[in-house]
């Protein structure tokens, strides 16, 4: 299929300009102003912008926790994702301890395959480390094109590895082209507040906050920085929350070290007052949980520092009823929030709109510095010939409310009901092909593909 999208105004990482894009079969082929292509479809994208497919390289699809399943699976999960803007997913595969990381991408891959809509990739987490699964790295990144390893400081019993472990990881991926990334928060620290809170009787979701409080996280992630640094291995941050770790990864670029993070769109418009309206605050119960207003404040700063280059969303929806697990124990609530489908609209209606980031900026964080990091560009995250035409036409004027009425998640809330935004995904392109117009998703399951990725470094 070839497409002509006119009159727009492109925007990349490093710039925007008025001009037309060709695309035909799966890449962009020409971009210029007034382009003498006939083509099958023409997208009029007249005082539009035209951007980079987004790349979200944070969500559960489809996830076992607490003896159930995050309710988004691949279908639903990445259909969401493309009437948002997201064209590209990374998920994570856990590792089981005791078994092996090509049991569970077996596992992983039995889920996506056939299902999922839009593209998509994968982070291995792994949760038991010893020689045999070091052998296993070099064959995921050698063989797999799976190149990022996931791993846990929090979660004892399940997921967590120790620090001996940890370093030991982070010598083979080193060797070897690939990126760790951590959940870093202190998991000792909080399975003894937790503890405490639930002897106490204190079972409220407002206490699932209290027992992580903001130097669970500084600590841990200045913990991981020292240990890519005696390593000298490339680390990458998730879902970091507060001005305590965002202040350990600026005192980590003291010794002209670089650390990578990101954030999630949650954690720069949603604060922990949530947790203070009785149960319904299990709704944004997620680990980290939501903090403070002086935080939000510091990572769009950090966004516009350099120190944070990635929003994405850590999308692990559960419905109402599986929340309903910890109505008498904030513990057994299953950590998570659905947005996957809002992270596009929200970063750019609370970013470019309100003068926090620049447009520029924002498809920085929302596409081109995952791409980069996770070994994808220029194949994704940029508008350039030869790129893979997954393409957004965005309307920055237009007004609309965020609702679980009118959301494709598979959940039965939403964490911003009632949110007014403004700016919109329209129009979506994915490998060439309309994905999304006119609210209506035109793609079946199975056309999403698995990305091979390339090998990473500590630079972008």
């Not at 979701?205 to 291995?233: G, K, N, W």
């Not at 954030?263 to 944004?284: I, P, R």
Request: glycine share 8%; charged share 25%.
């Amino acid at each position: 299929m070839s497409v002509l999208i006119k009159n727009g105004t492109v925007v990349n990482a490093s710039e925007h300009y008025k001009a037309d894009i060709y695309t035909e079969g799966e890449k962009i082929v020409a971009i210029g102003k007034n382009l003498p292509y006939d083509a099958e479809k023409v997208i009029d994208a007249t005082d539009k912008l035209v951007i980079p497919g987004g790349i979200d390289p944070h969500v559960h699809l489809d996830m076992p926790f607490m003896g159930t399943f995050s309710s988004d699976d691949y279908e639903t999960g990445t259909r969401a994702a493309l009437f948002g803007g997201t064209t590209m997913v990374i998920d994570f595969i856990l590792q089981t301890q005791g078994d092996t990381l090509h049991n569970a991408l077996t596992t992983w891959q039995k889920k996506s395959e056939g299902k999922a809509i839009g593209d998509y990739s994968y982070h291995m987490a792994v949760t038991d480390f010893n020689d045999n699964t070091a052998k296993e790295v070099v064959q995921m990144i050698e063989e797999q094109g799976i190149t990022s390893f996931k791993t846990f400081m929090a979660y004892k019993g399940a997921l967590m590895i120790d620090d001996g472990q940890m370093v030991q990881l982070m010598k083979v991926v080193k060797e070897n082209g690939g990126l760790v990334t951590v959940h870093a928060t202190n998991g000792d620290m909080i399975d003894s507040l937790i503890a405490k809170n639930r002897a106490l009787g204190n079972l409220s979701p407002l206490y699932h906050y209290l027992s992580q409080p903001e130097v669970t996280e500084a600590e841990a992630s200045a913990r991981f920085a020292d240990m890519l640094h005696y390593t000298d291995c490339p680390g990458y941050i998730v879902h970091m929350t507060c001005e305590g770790a965002l202040n350990a990864v600026r005192h980590a670029t003291k010794r002209n070290q670089k650390v990578f993070v990101e954030t999630c769109s949650q954690y720069l418009m949603l604060d922990a007052s949530l947790y203070e309206n009785d149960f319904e605050g299990a709704k944004v119960v997620m680990s980290p949980p939501l903090r403070e207003k002086k935080d939000q404040e510091a990572l769009w700063s950090g966004i516009n520092q350099g120190l944070v280059q990635v929003v994405g969303t850590d999308h692990c929806p559960f419905m109402w009823d599986q929340k309903l697990m910890g109505k008498d124990d904030f513990s057994k609530i299953p950590n998570g929030h659905p947005a996957i489908e809002h992270r596009m609209d929200l970063t750019f209606s609370e970013g470019v709109n309100k003068g926090k980031i620049s447009l520029t900026k924002f498809v920085e964080v929302t596409s081109t510095n995952a791409a980069k990091i996770f070994g994808m560009y220029p194949r994704k995250g940029c508008l350039a010939v030869g790129a893979d035409a997954d393409i957004v036409v965005f309307d920055p004027n237009k007004e609309h409310t965020i609702s679980v009425n009118t959301h494709h998640m598979n959940v039965d809330y939403s964490a911003y009901e009632g949110w007014e935004a403004k700016g919109k995904t329209e129009t979506v392109l994915l490998r060439g092909k309309v994905a999304i117009e006119n609210n209506e998703c035109l793609l079946k399951p199975g056309y999403g593909q698995f990305i091979k990725r390339g090998k990473t470094s500590k630079i972008i």
